[in-house]
Nanobody
Framework: EVQLVESGGDWVQPGGSLRLSCAAS????????MCWVRQAPGKGLEWVSS???????LYEDSVKGRFTISRDIAKSTLYLQLNSLKTEDTAMYYC????????RGQGTQVTVSS
């Protein structure tokens, strides 16, 4: 059974940083493309970043240069480093297997406000 467990979300002031984690199990993590997506209040799911099974990375334009996606294959864990956070980054953040929005964890809440 595929399991994805996100953690690391919190309340931070604008300009702050957070590191999100996603512990994966039930599938071959090293052979899967993984994505982070987010859902702001009242909005739909939005793709944020991807890392391919080969290690290539992509970012949505608004987070480019501020967020960094990475993974630890030995720990089957996906990460998202969030720097220079803005109020518009406030959302529930989910990791997804194969970048399939239907295969995601319960999410972790990031709130950016002063």
């Amino acid at each position: 059974e595929v399991q994805l467990v996100e953690s690391g979300g919190d309340w931070v002031q604008p300009g702050g940083s957070l590191r999100l984690s996603c512990a994966a199990s039930g599938f071959t993590f090293s052979m899967s493309d993984m994505c982070w997506v987010r859902q702001a209040p009242g909005k739909g799911l939005e793709w944020v970043s991807s890392i391919t099974k080969y290690g290539g990375t992509l970012y949505e334009d608004s987070v480019k240069g501020r967020f960094t996606i990475s993974r630890d294959i030995a720990k089957s864990t996906l990460y998202l480093q969030l720097n220079s956070l803005k109020t518009e980054d406030t959302a529930m953040y989910y990791c997804t297997k194969d970048c399939n929005y239907g295969i995601r964890g319960q999410g972790t809440q990031v709130t950016v406000s002063s």
